[in-house]
Nanobody, 121 residues
Framework: QVQLVESGGGLVQAGGSLRLSCAAS????????MGWYRQRPGKQRELVAR???????NYADSVKGRFTISGDNAKNTVYLQMDSLQPEDTAVYYC???????????????WGQGTQVTVSA
């Protein structure tokens, strides 16, 4: 199976930076896409940013210009550099990967356990 292990969350003051990492491991054929979602208190989970294996990216409007997603295909790892953090970025951040377990099979969604990011005013 596929495991996603996240790291890098924490507490930071407004205007500060954090970098999240997520590594996929286990037995699989290919990771097609990796991304980050977040769930703010009292809100639904929402997309923050994602990147395909080919390097195409897209971002939520609320983080454009502040967050940068990047990936290392050889390590099946995705990073989220978060700059100019604001209190409204406080959330649990979840790593997501769309993975083909075997050639010719559909891709499936896998999720990390979540990492807390707290931004103080």
């Amino acid at each position: 199976q596929v495991q996603l292990v996240e790291s890098g969350g924490g507490l930071v003051q407004a205007g500060g930076s954090l970098r999240l990492s997520c590594a996929a491991s286990g037995r699989f054929f290919r990771v097609n896409l990796m991304g980050w979602y977040r769930q703010r208190p009292g809100k639904q989970r929402e997309l923050v940013a994602r990147i395909t294996s080919g390097g195409s990216t897209n971002y939520a409007d609320s983080v454009k210009g502040r967050f940068t997603i990047s990936g290392d295909n050889a390590k099946n790892t995705v990073y989220l550099q978060m700059d100019s953090l604001q209190p409204e970025d406080t959330a649990v951040y979840y790593c997501n990967a769309k993975v083909k377990t075997y050639p010719g099979t559909p891709e499936y969604d896998y999720w990390g356990q979540g990492t807390q990011v707290t931004v103080s005013a």
